[in-house]
């Protein structure tokens, strides 16, 4: 008989059912591994775009004609600018 109520004690502390904590504000909220992630997303995102950017800028502001005469020499051929120059690719090495 002594076991029985030691049993029931027992069974009865294991149906307590602890309340959730709630935060009361969002500054007094808990640390959330989703924040984490997310900062690390956002800086993941940063990164990439950042890393996009300079080869477009590079591009963009590259002087990829191969010497200084090629304007007058283009000028001199074409003065009306209607003609579209043809290479040799075999030139170049390719």
């Avoid at 775009?49 to 304007?71: D, F, G, S």
């Amino acid at each position: 008989m002594a076991l029985r109520g030691a049993l029931q004690l027992s069974r009865l502390r294991m149906m307590k059912i602890e309340l959730p904590e709630f935060s009361k504000s969002r500054f007094a909220r808990r640390a959330n591994m989703m924040d984490e992630d997310r900062v690390k997303w956002y800086n993941w995102n940063l990164a990439c775009i950042v890393l996009t950017a300079v080869p477009l800028t590079w591009m963009w502001t590259v002087n990829y004609r191969t010497c200084e005469e090629v304007e007058m020499i283009y000028r001199t051929m074409d003065p009306m600018g209607t003609l579209k120059f043809k290479y040799d690719l075999k030139l170049f090495g390719s």
